[in-house]
């Protein structure tokens, strides 16, 4: 039976049991004062009251099936608007009507699901979109190095090359698989940052970013760049080889976006409870336009050509995020970039002060 009929026969049934219970209390009270004409009374009590419940039983009726068409009216509209809805489609919501009684209260919830529902498709719609335009990058990517290696095979295989041109052909080789090389490291690490939760343990960003300017300081001579360090305490907590690619992720940004003569600065410490790892550098300036895509996979500053992976910053930000952080970056006036990341602090060990 439909939710209508359950709630018609209800009111039916309340009506004829009202009716009853005052059939008896009647025929008491009328027993009582009328003891000498009773058998008179109750036939004729009888006749009337019978046919009269009987009427009132089937008006009971006609009312409750108003009654309950006109209380489940908003369900039906909620049915018929889930009806309508789709993946294409979530648009769509449900009156809220008055008074705010219980189908009202209904009507919000399913509307704020739907709320919910249509902003999951949407990040589930932008991060599908985003890694269809990373694989297609990505081949892009690995296909070059391919495509470079069997040009220069075919090119110096075409004839009888000397050892001077086999000798080119291994260097072009050598060069294209070393790019393949960084580019599927690169893939990797942002594959594991985004594989789900994270090993973490304390970590001194100073630490971290010490080694990374050790590992860049000989780099930085080579292109006549001052690299300058004021690396105070930041403990953390996350794991230390991301922790570690994303700091001299920052530091290569900054070297190869750079010019002769120019600037690097890495400062850490804490501020505001956070520790933070802040990279600041002199270089070519650096449009509104460039800045939005810089931290996107394959894309590569206008200065640098077609040198790197372009997967650098890319991996900042995806370690960055792994770790619950934060990262903050804009361009500077006269050129370069001012990028700062900063990390939850690291929880402290049971059983120690503090």
């Not at 985003?130 to 290696?149: G, I």
């Not at 292109?223 to 230390?240: M, N, S, T, W, Y």
């Not at 600065?265 to 460039?290: D, H, K, S």
Request: proline letters at 5%; one cysteine or more.
């Amino acid at each position: 039976m439909t939710a209508r009929s359950r709630l018609t026969l209800l009111y039916t049934a309340l009506v004829l049991a009202a009716g009853l219970m005052l059939t008896v209390l009647t025929y008491l009270l009328f027993f009582r004062s009328m003891r000498l004409l009773i058998e008179d009374a109750v036939a004729r009590l009888l006749a009337l009251a019978v046919p009269a419940l009987l009427v009132m039983a089937v008006v009971a009726g006609l009312i409750g099936w108003l009654v309950a068409g006109r209380i489940l009216r908003p369900i039906r509209t909620i049915a018929d608007t889930a009806n309508r809805l789709s993946t294409e489609n979530l648009s769509e919501r449900v009156p809220v009507g008055r008074p705010a009684d219980e189908l009202a209260a209904l009507a919000i919830t399913i509307n704020s699901m739907l709320d919910r529902i249509q902003d999951a498709v949407a990040e589930r719609d932008r991060v599908l979109g985003s890694q269809r335009l990373f694989v297609a990058n990505a081949a892009h990517e690995l296909r070059t190095p391919l495509t470079t290696m069997r040009t220069a095979i075919d090119v110096t295989l075409d004839g009888e090359p000397d050892r001077a041109e086999l000798v080119a052909m291994a260097g072009d080789i050598a060069a294209a698989v070393d790019t393949s090389r960084r580019t599927l490291d690169g893939l990797l690490i942002l594959a594991r940052s985004h594989a789900g939760p994270l090993r973490r343990e304390p970590v001194d960003l100073a630490t971290v970013a010490a080694a990374a300017v050790a590992a860049s300081a000989g780099r930085a001579a080579d292109v006549a760049v001052i690299l300058e360090a004021d690396l105070r305490r930041a403990p953390a907590c996350g794991e230390p080889v991301l922790l570690e690619r994303m700091a001299g992720n920052l530091l290569d940004n900054a070297l190869r976006y750079n010019h002769d003569g120019g600037h690097v600065t890495v400062t850490c410490g804490i501020a505001e409870g956070y520790a933070f790892l802040r990279v600041v550098n002199t270089g070519p300036r650096v449009t509104p336009e460039e800045h939005q895509r810089l931290f996107e996979p394959f894309v590569r500053g206008a200065a640098n050509g077609t040198r790197g992976a372009g997967l650098g910053l890319s991996i900042v930000g995806a370690v960055v995020t792994a770790h619950d952080g934060e990262l903050f970056s804009v361009p500077r006036s006269g050129g370069g970039m001012d990028i700062t990341v900063t990390l939850p602090p690291a929880l402290p060990v049971a059983g120690t002060p503090g």
